[in-house]
Nanobody
Framework: QVQLVESGGGLVQAGGSLRLSCAAS????????MGWFRQAPGKEREFVAA????????YYPSSERGRFTISRDNAKNTVYLQMNSLKPEDTGVYYC????????WGKGDEYDYWGQGTQVTVSS
């Protein structure tokens, strides 16, 4: 059974940084495209970043490019999201997702597995 467990969320002031982690179990992430999404209260889920399984190419929405960085450590079976220059509008629950040998990028419905999420709150 594949499980994804996010950690690293918390309360941070605007302009600060956080690094989220997503630890996988029950499989090895080397064959998965890994993605990060977020959902703010009352809003739809939003794509944040992804890294593919084939050559670790990354993809970000234009709004986050330069502030967020996704990375992976296959030896630790963990994917990370480094978030810098955080803004209050970055507040939300951040979810990790995995797609087996796929290239879903921002299409959440094409991911196979999801974590439970970690709360990120950015104060102004």
């Amino acid at each position: 059974q594949v499980q994804l467990v996010e950690s690293g969320g918390g309360l941070v002031q605007a302009g600060g940084s956080l690094r989220l982690s997503c630890a996988a179990s029950g499989t090895t992430i080397s064959s998965y495209t890994m993605g990060w999404f977020r959902q703010a209260p009352g809003k739809e889920r939003e794509f944040v970043a992804a890294m593919n399984w084939l050559d670790s190419s990354t993809y970000y929405p234009s709004s986050e490019r330069g502030r967020f960085t996704i990375s992976r450590d296959n030896a630790k079976n963990t994917v990370y999201l480094q978030m810098n220059s955080l803004k209050p509008e970055d507040t939300g629950v951040y979810y990790c997702a995995a797609a087996y040998k796929g290239f879903p990028w921002g299409k959440g419905d094409e991911y196979d597995y999801w974590g439970q999420g970690t709360q990120v709150t950015v104060s102004s």
